[in-house]
């Protein structure tokens, strides 16, 4: 009997974590098609606003389980020498890894690009929602990747505090 509960809770163990594998890896996130991404914006500096760039060959995932979920990869006919120029840079960019069957998205590969100045991070879109920013990383062979990540005031009141200065008010709920 004793061997029986013990194969019972390894079978158990085995497809529980089998199941929390698909889920976190597959089941959550769908690919979206480039309409539904509708263009890549990036902020520009002269505007104040963040204004659509050209690209092509569009690819993005996405899920409705975490506003951070967001990847994606383009590529992009514009200069990374104007591109500085024209947009916010976005200096604490950190890109977050994706699944691994989306496999244009590299977050270590995009990481040491940035660190090493091979690659050039933007603000995309501020608060896309709140306490989330829209960030696009540029290649110098024209290889772009975005992704969402948690500014400052989102850190600040998803940890349960008040909004700091400067930062928006919070919807309601949101800390």
Not at 77 to 97: G, K, N
Not at 100 to 123: H, K, N, P, R, T
Not at 124 to 146: K, L, S
Not at 156 to 162: E, N, S, T, Y
Request: net charge negative.
């Amino acid at each position: 009997m004793g061997r029986f509960m013990a194969l019972l809770l390894l079978l158990s163990a085995l497809v529980a974590g089998g199941a929390m594998y698909y889920l976190q890896v597959y089941a959550f996130y769908e690919e979206l098609d480039p309409a539904d991404v509708g263009n890549v914006k990036v902020f520009d500096l002269n505007t104040g606003q963040s204004e659509g760039i050209l690209t092509e060959n569009l690819k993005a995932i996405d899920s409705d389980s975490s506003p951070i979920r967001f990847r994606s990869c383009f590529e992009t006919p514009l200069s990374v020498a104007m591109m500085t120029e024209t947009y916010a840079i976005y200096d604490a960019a950190e890109p977050l890894v994706a699944p691994s069957w989306f496999d244009c998205f590299d977050a270590q590969e995009i990481g040491e690009a940035l660190e090493q100045g091979g690659a050039v991070a933007f603000l995309g879109e501020e608060n896309i929602t709140y306490g989330i920013d829209r960030v696009i990383a540029v290649m110098p062979d024209g290889r772009g990747f975005g992704w969402n990540q948690i500014n400052a005031c989102g850190e600040v009141v998803f940890d349960g505090d008040a909004a700091p200065e400067g930062c928006p008010t919070p919807p309601e709920g949101a800390n």
